[in-house]
């Protein structure tokens, strides 16, 4: 599976793994991860770009819906292990002002 999503045994941090591609034809998995997550007030999501190879604006758009959902400003969301090519997409779109980049 391109995404999938582990939470913690304190059920405070979910973490989702991202490989492959992470475009449009993974919307379906990657809301699923958050959506059935039921996040408490401080749960905390990492979103671990380690394995993926490709991000398009599809994706851009998955994560600033899923940061609304989560709260917007009060969600706390970061991006992990991003490639050099996904970090420069990101950082163009100015996601490090809306997101935790690590």
């Given at each position: 599976?391109?995404?999938t999503?582990e939470?913690?045994?304190?059920d405070?941090?979910?973490?989702?793994?991202?490989?492959?591609?992470?475009?449009?034809?993974?919307?379906?998995?990657?809301?699923?991860?958050?959506y059935?997550?039921?996040?408490?007030?401080?749960?905390?999501?990492?979103?671990n770009?380690?394995?993926?190879?490709?991000?398009?604006?599809?994706a851009?758009?998955?994560l600033?819906?899923?940061?609304?959902?989560?709260?917007?400003?009060?969600a706390?969301?970061?991006?992990?292990?991003?490639?050099?090519?996904?970090?420069n997409?990101?950082?163009?779109?100015?996601?490090?002002?809306?997101f935790?980049?690590?």
């Amino acid at each position: 599976m391109p995404v999938t999503s582990e939470v913690s045994t304190d059920d405070n941090t979910v973490t989702i793994k991202i490989s492959g591609r992470f475009d449009f034809a993974v919307q379906n998995e990657f809301r699923d991860c958050y959506y059935n997550a039921k996040p408490g007030e401080n749960t905390r999501f990492i979103i671990n770009m380690s394995g993926a190879n490709y991000m398009d604006s599809s994706a851009l758009g998955m994560l600033l819906m899923m940061r609304e959902y989560l709260g917007g400003n009060a969600a706390d969301i970061s991006i992990i292990n991003c490639s050099p090519d996904i970090k420069n997409i990101l950082t163009v779109a100015n996601f490090q002002s809306l997101f935790k980049m690590e």
